[in-house]
Protein backbone atom coordinates (compact mmCIF):
# COMPACT_ATOMS: atom_id res chain seq x y z
CA UNK A 1 0.00 0.00 0.00
CA UNK A 2 2.94 2.25 0.66
CA UNK A 3 4.03 2.01 -2.88
CA UNK A 4 0.96 2.76 -4.61
CA UNK A 5 0.90 6.19 -1.82
CA UNK A 6 4.34 7.39 -2.74
CA UNK A 7 3.46 6.81 -6.46
CA UNK A 8 0.64 9.18 -5.92
CA UNK A 9 2.43 11.90 -4.85
CA UNK A 10 4.80 12.60 -7.63
CA UNK A 11 1.68 12.24 -9.99
CA UNK A 12 -0.56 14.53 -7.39
CA UNK A 13 2.32 17.36 -7.62
CA UNK A 14 2.64 17.25 -11.41
CA UNK A 15 -1.08 17.37 -11.61
CA UNK A 16 -1.29 20.42 -9.75
CA UNK A 17 0.76 22.31 -11.13
CA UNK A 18 -0.72 21.65 -14.33
CA UNK A 19 -3.84 23.03 -12.84
CA UNK A 20 -1.87 25.84 -11.62
CA UNK A 21 -0.60 26.94 -15.07
CA UNK A 22 -3.66 26.03 -16.64
CA UNK A 23 -5.43 28.02 -14.67
CA UNK A 24 -3.43 31.03 -15.14
CA UNK A 25 -3.67 30.72 -18.99
CA UNK A 26 -7.53 30.48 -18.71
CA UNK A 27 -8.31 34.16 -18.07
CA UNK A 28 -6.71 35.04 -21.14
CA UNK A 29 -7.81 32.26 -23.64
CA UNK A 30 -11.13 33.19 -22.85
CA UNK A 31 -10.63 36.72 -23.23
CA UNK A 32 -8.82 36.27 -26.34
CA UNK A 33 -11.80 35.91 -29.16
CA UNK A 34 -12.92 39.42 -27.56
CA UNK A 35 -9.38 40.80 -28.33
CA UNK A 36 -9.29 39.58 -31.62
CA UNK A 37 -13.12 40.83 -32.46
CA UNK A 38 -11.89 43.95 -31.44
CA UNK A 39 -8.74 44.48 -33.14
CA UNK A 40 -10.60 43.20 -36.43
CA UNK A 41 -13.68 45.47 -35.89
CA UNK A 42 -11.26 48.40 -35.29
CA UNK A 43 -9.48 47.94 -38.27
CA UNK A 44 -12.80 48.76 -40.52
CA UNK A 45 -14.47 50.99 -38.05
CA UNK A 46 -17.57 48.71 -37.62
CA UNK A 47 -19.27 50.93 -35.31
CA UNK A 48 -21.89 47.93 -34.25
CA UNK A 49 -19.17 45.59 -33.53
CA UNK A 50 -17.35 48.16 -31.85
CA UNK A 51 -20.23 49.02 -30.13
CA UNK A 52 -21.37 45.44 -29.28
CA UNK A 53 -18.15 44.15 -27.33
CA UNK A 54 -18.13 47.36 -25.04
CA UNK A 55 -20.02 47.25 -21.61
CA UNK A 56 -22.67 50.07 -21.31
CA UNK A 57 -20.55 51.89 -18.63
CA UNK A 58 -17.24 51.37 -20.39
CA UNK A 59 -14.43 53.56 -20.60
CA UNK A 60 -11.91 54.12 -23.19
CA UNK A 61 -8.36 55.99 -22.02
CA UNK A 62 -5.92 57.27 -24.52
CA UNK A 63 -3.07 57.85 -21.94
CA UNK A 64 -0.57 59.98 -24.13
CA UNK A 65 -3.33 62.08 -25.70
CA UNK A 66 -5.45 62.87 -21.75
CA UNK A 67 -8.44 61.65 -23.04
CA UNK A 68 -11.20 59.52 -21.84
CA UNK A 69 -14.29 58.56 -23.13
CA UNK A 70 -17.72 56.92 -22.33
CA UNK A 71 -18.93 54.18 -24.76
CA UNK A 72 -21.01 56.94 -26.20
CA UNK A 73 -18.32 58.89 -26.96
CA UNK A 74 -16.16 56.32 -28.16
CA UNK A 75 -18.81 55.27 -30.63
CA UNK A 76 -19.25 59.20 -31.45
CA UNK A 77 -15.96 59.38 -32.64
CA UNK A 78 -16.10 56.27 -34.89
CA UNK A 79 -16.64 58.94 -37.92
CA UNK A 80 -13.14 60.42 -37.54
CA UNK A 81 -11.54 57.24 -36.74
CA UNK A 82 -13.03 55.81 -39.51
CA UNK A 83 -11.21 58.25 -41.36
CA UNK A 84 -7.54 57.90 -39.82
CA UNK A 85 -7.61 53.97 -40.29
CA UNK A 86 -8.24 54.33 -43.97
CA UNK A 87 -5.21 52.07 -45.60
CA UNK A 88 -3.86 51.12 -41.93
CA UNK A 89 -3.26 48.21 -40.50
CA UNK A 90 -3.17 47.37 -37.00
CA UNK A 91 -1.35 44.51 -35.73
CA UNK A 92 -1.74 43.12 -32.41
CA UNK A 93 -0.18 40.20 -29.72
CA UNK A 94 -1.26 39.45 -26.38
CA UNK A 95 1.59 40.20 -24.05
CA UNK A 96 -0.19 38.95 -20.47
CA UNK A 97 -3.24 38.41 -18.57
CA UNK A 98 -3.63 38.75 -15.27
CA UNK A 99 -7.73 37.85 -14.25
CA UNK A 100 -10.08 40.30 -15.72
CA UNK A 101 -6.96 42.18 -17.65
CA UNK A 102 -5.30 41.56 -20.84
CA UNK A 103 -2.28 43.18 -21.96
CA UNK A 104 -2.05 43.92 -25.72
CA UNK A 105 0.98 45.35 -27.65
CA UNK A 106 -0.26 46.81 -30.92
CA UNK A 107 1.02 48.48 -33.82
CA UNK A 108 -1.16 50.82 -35.46
CA UNK A 109 0.55 50.79 -38.91
CA UNK A 110 -1.20 54.42 -40.84
CA UNK A 111 -0.31 55.10 -44.19
CA UNK A 112 1.67 58.23 -43.15
CA UNK A 113 3.45 57.00 -39.72
CA UNK A 114 3.05 54.21 -36.80
CA UNK A 115 2.63 54.08 -33.53
CA UNK A 116 3.41 51.17 -30.88
CA UNK A 117 0.80 51.02 -27.89
CA UNK A 118 0.52 48.89 -24.99
CA UNK A 119 -3.61 48.34 -24.26
CA UNK A 120 -4.86 47.25 -21.35
CA UNK A 121 -8.64 45.45 -21.72
CA UNK A 122 -10.32 44.90 -18.47
CA UNK A 123 -13.45 42.08 -19.81
CA UNK A 124 -15.96 40.42 -17.92
CA UNK A 125 -18.69 38.60 -18.76
CA UNK A 126 -17.31 38.78 -22.62
CA UNK A 127 -17.68 42.69 -22.56
CA UNK A 128 -14.90 45.27 -22.72
CA UNK A 129 -15.32 47.49 -19.57
CA UNK A 130 -12.22 49.21 -19.92
CA UNK A 131 -9.59 49.84 -22.43
CA UNK A 132 -6.20 51.87 -21.68
CA UNK A 133 -4.55 52.87 -24.54
CA UNK A 134 -0.31 54.43 -23.74
CA UNK A 135 2.13 54.61 -26.78
CA UNK A 136 5.36 53.34 -26.07
CA UNK A 137 6.81 54.25 -29.27
CA UNK A 138 6.43 56.28 -32.31
CA UNK A 139 7.33 53.26 -34.53
CA UNK A 140 6.51 49.82 -34.81
CA UNK A 141 9.88 48.72 -35.24
CA UNK A 142 10.27 47.39 -32.08
CA UNK A 143 6.92 44.89 -32.70
Known amino acids: MQGRAALGRPFSALAGMALLLYGGFTPVLAQRPVVEEWYAALAVADRSK ?3 LLAPNARIRLGDLGIEQTKAEFVDS ?3 WEAAVKGATIRHRIESGDGAVTTVIACYDFPANDVLLRENFRIEAGLILENSQ ?10
Open 78 to 80: LDE
Open 134 to 143: DAIAESCESY
Open 50 to 52: LES
